[in-house]
């Protein structure tokens, strides 16, 4: 053999090795036993199993389950929700206790493995189901979620989660994905349960509550990556800084104004939307004033963004000019003239996370389609944002937006018209009137 050659098929034969220990470790790692959970109640009287389940309910709740797992207006848990992944669509299971279609034959251990452990009916799970913050869930919190999750009425309903074209639709290669960036880290129950609410409120955030899966970013692999809850893009979403810079993040949020808005979808600042609206009707809101407390505790404890504000565009410049003017006849009798809105019903555009972030994307989809704010016990009647896709060009969007961006002490970077252009295009809204204008 010529010396290239021999080059060759050594390479050739380390990498048929490297696949074969990484199938085998694979085949392992499936037919793994896991250790398992130390369950204090395993056979409770009929007055603690109800104690247990109400429990359940609860992480249920905390951890929302049914945003995924749930076709709004369907039957709870039975699956078949599709989530937007850069891959194609991913479909959510059905968990409830059918034994054909759903999670009926499993116990508690086949439970904790999809939950904590990222491995269900068909092999390794996609992490859009976010086993990688559940993984850090307390042994007590699975086995009462079991418990609950044990009394939902079983719903015959098949689905096929796995739509994806190939390779992306070969489970066995998540097994790569999580060698590199899943990291298995239960949390002791007496820490799960602190008393201290910056602990209490990790717990929350980093696991059960799942925060990072939206406010995190991403690398391309789709794993955290870069400054832990310093803000992300999802589904055409910005999800704000939730760190304390002052800028972008909540640096101007008092504690209470945290709770007040995971609890009614409103205060001062800020009326959720999109992703966050789902959030707080199906969990934030039905979590204790204690345990919103220890998040707003918690979000003020982690280290804040590197996020600077620009310097603010000059109120002479053409755009500026233009986008004030569309912003006194078109937006100014909600958001008053100088952008400070009304209290729990029209958000103040002033010193706004969201108008301030570096990426303009939620102020699109809430300028082009509306919005509509949550509906919470705490505060039923959510206000309307009216779509202005049909009536403004993506100049004029692109222009008021760089004004409300660069007013009223607030800086961030210009919004152009291709942005409005393609923001338009992806989200499908309406291309604007410009006859009727006139
Ligand atoms: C952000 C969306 C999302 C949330 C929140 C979510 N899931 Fe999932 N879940 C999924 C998706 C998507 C799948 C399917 C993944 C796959 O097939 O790889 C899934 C799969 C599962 C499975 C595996 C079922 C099987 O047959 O393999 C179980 C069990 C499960 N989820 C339980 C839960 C529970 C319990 C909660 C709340 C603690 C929850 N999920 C929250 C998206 C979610
Ligand atoms: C499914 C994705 C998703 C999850 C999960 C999520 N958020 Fe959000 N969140 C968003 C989006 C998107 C927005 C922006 C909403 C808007 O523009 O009205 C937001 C907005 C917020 C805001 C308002 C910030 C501001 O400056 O206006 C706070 C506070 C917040 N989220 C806290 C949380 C906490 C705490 C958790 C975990 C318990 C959480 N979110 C989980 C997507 C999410
Ligand atoms: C009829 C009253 C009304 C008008 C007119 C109106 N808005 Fe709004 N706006 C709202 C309400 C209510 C919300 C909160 C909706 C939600 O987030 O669910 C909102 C939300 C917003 C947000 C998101 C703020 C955040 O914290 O996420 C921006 C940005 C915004 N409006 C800009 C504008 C601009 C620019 C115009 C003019 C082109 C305008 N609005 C006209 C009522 C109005």
Not at 58 to 78: K, L, M, Q
């Amino acid at each position: 053999m010529t010396k290239p050659m021999r080059w060759i098929t050594t390479l050739l034969l380390l990498g048929v090795v490297a696949l074969a220990v990484f199938v085998a470790a694979v085949l392992y790692d499936l037919n793994r036993s896991i250790a398992p959970i130390d369950q204090a109640d395993a056979d409770p009287s009929a007055e603690a199993l109800e104690e247990k389940i109400a429990r359940g309910e609860y992480i249920a709740h905390v951890s929302d389950c049914v945003a995924c797992h749930t076709v709004p207006g369907e039957a709870p848990f039975a699956g078949g929700y599709g989530l937007e992944t850069p891959f194609g669509e991913l479909f959510a299971s059905n968990i409830t206790p059918d034994d054909e279609t759903g999670i009926g034959g499993w116990e508690l251990a086949d439970f904790d493995r999809a939950l904590r452990h990222g491995q269900g009916s068909n092999g390794y799970l996609y992490p859009a189901m976010p086993y990688t913050a559940y993984a850090r869930l307390s042994d007590q919190d699975v086995s009462d979620l079991w418990a609950y999750m044990q009394t939902i009425e079983p719903v015959e309903h098949e689905v096929n989660e796995n739509q994806f074209p190939f390779p992306y639709n070969q489970r066995w290669l998540l097994a790569g994905w999580n060698l590199l960036f899943f990291h298995e880290e239960a949390t002791a129950n007496e820490l799960a349960q602190s008393q201290d609410p910056v602990e209490r409120g990790r717990y929350l955030v980093e696991g059960a509550g799942h925060c990072s899966a939206c406010h995190s970013p991403k690398n391309a692999l789709g794993a955290n990556s870069g400054e832990p809850l310093s803000g992300a893009t999802l589904q055409g979403w910005h999800a704000p800084d939730l760190t304390p810079n002052a800028h972008t993040g909540l640096g101007k949020w008092s504690s209470e104004q945290v709770v007040d808005y995971l609890k009614s979808g409103t205060n001062e600042f800020a009326v959720a939307a999109g992703p966050m609206r789902e959030a707080v009707e199906n969990s934030t809101q039905y979590m204790t004033d204690e345990d919103l407390s220890a998040i707003a505790a918690y979000l003020q404890s982690v280290p804040e963004s590197s996020h600077t504000a620009p310097q603010p565009l000059d109120a002479g410049e053409a755009a500026m000019r233009q986008g004030a003017s569309i912003y006194a006849t078109q937006c100014s009798a909600c958001h008053v003239s100088h952008g400070e809105g009304v209290r729990q019903m029209i958000p103040s555009l002033v010193g706004n996370s969201q108008v301030n972030a570096p990426d303009p994307a939620s102020l699109l989809q809430v300028v082009l389609k509306g919005a509509e704010g949550p509906d919470t016990y705490a505060n039923p009647t959510g206000a309307g944002m009216p779509a202005f896709d049909w009536k403004l060009s993506d100049e004029e969007v692109a222009n008021v937006l760089t004004y409300v961006r660069n007013s009223w002490g607030n800086a961030a970077e210009p919004v152009t018209a291709a942005e409005v252009a393609t923001e338009r295009d992806a989200r499908g809204a309406r291309s604007a009137l410009k006859a009727s204008r006139e």
